[in-house]
């Protein structure tokens, strides 16, 4: 089995232990060893990120540039090779799979275009002969930290960003899916950055991440990930004063009204719970549906449910690839159990699916008849399950959607302009959507949430700027 090491420096370092990465569409399939870095090999990584961060903040406009554009080409010129190794890594289909390598070249190349953009500010001053220059700063060493369940595009997010605004990076991926986060190290290993700009260090967070936020020196932390790690997070770096971005869970609401045509809010539906395996942190969890439609789109909504096929994410038939590992099954199926006994009524789906091959298959699942005090509305279950909970009105659709932790992101389906109107300004989310997903973004806007999903500045697009840069106001007298 090939073993794949570790990024410190500019060199590749094998580590004494090793995880093994495995195919959760059949985990006969190995896909390779990655190297788990010891507390040493991390310390080793944040010394050369602070070596090498004052000559890349030193570095040209151009070249940071050169380095990006390079790392986009080649990531969307293998998109289809990419893209394979994604799915059967992390069990997305493969279409998804060849989408997120997409979206992660296409991230390299819009900051590439940034880092050429970066600009202050000039002012004159209040005083005579005097004037103020604002320019924006890198921030030194940041430390990010990503999710399997975007294994190329979450990194690309932080990785791309942060070298355009010139800091180092010592980057964690998941230890459940590496592969694609190692070909995106490989890749950038010969995009032309200086030894020690950028390194990768791979293992368990529990571990590797542990350690990684623990090292001094490190200016930024952007994490990705639960709530619970978050906070932990957080709180360490409130201790050190430490700036931190977190992007954590979600329990997204998608609002349909009455007069929302019925098709197209069921395949919005159906995209938002169930694609990806609802891994995503945007995922449609909870379908708020007002009583004039309530029994037609639940009528639909199964009917359509019966026609989605679970299988290999390389199969191209398949529409539902497996979850990602037996631990994330099971808790899965711990909150369908839970549902039961909460008294949902289970309408579709529900069990472990037992294929031709030894894989994490579970059936599309959803609750009816549900309320919104129940755990599985409160909780993130991250798994292919939705709910419907009934209201009378749009306005309890509203008070329902807004009635959770989380805020991450919220949609609604509806041809009333009113109604959407009202939606976009009084949803307490980040991302608002009207008549489309609640999952499934741009690469070129800003991408957060509020209350217990995010905290920090926004992540992506221009807005990027804003974690990984400080700001220095300059006085002149001339
Ligand atoms: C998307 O819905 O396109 O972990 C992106 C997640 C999010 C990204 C979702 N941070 O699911």
Redesign the pocket.
Known sequence: MKRYPNYINGEWVDSPQALVNLNPSDTRDQIGEFAEATPEQVTLAVQAALKAAPEWAQSTPQERFNVLDAAGSEILARKEELGRLLSREEGKTLAEGMGEVARAGQIFKFFAGEALRLAGEHLDSVRPGVEVDIRREPLGVVALIT?W??PIA?PAWKIAPALAFGNAVVFKPAEQAPASAWMLAEILSRCGLPAGAFNMVMGRGSRVGQTLVEQKGISGISF?GSFQIGRRIARMCAERLVRVQL?MGGKNPLVVLDDAPLEQAVEIAVNGAFFSAGE???ASSRIIVTRGIYQRFKQALIERMKKLRVGDALDPETDIGPVIDEAQMNKVLHYIELGRQEGATLAAGGKRLELDKPGYYLEPTLFTETHNGMRINREEIFGPVATLIPVEDYQEALNVANDTEYGLSAGICTAFLEAAHHFRRHVRAGLAMVNLPT???DYHVPFGGTKGSSFGTREQGRYAVEFYTTVKTCYTRW
């Open positions: 999710p369940n975007f979450i990705t992007e995503r942190c945007t999952a499934g973004v």
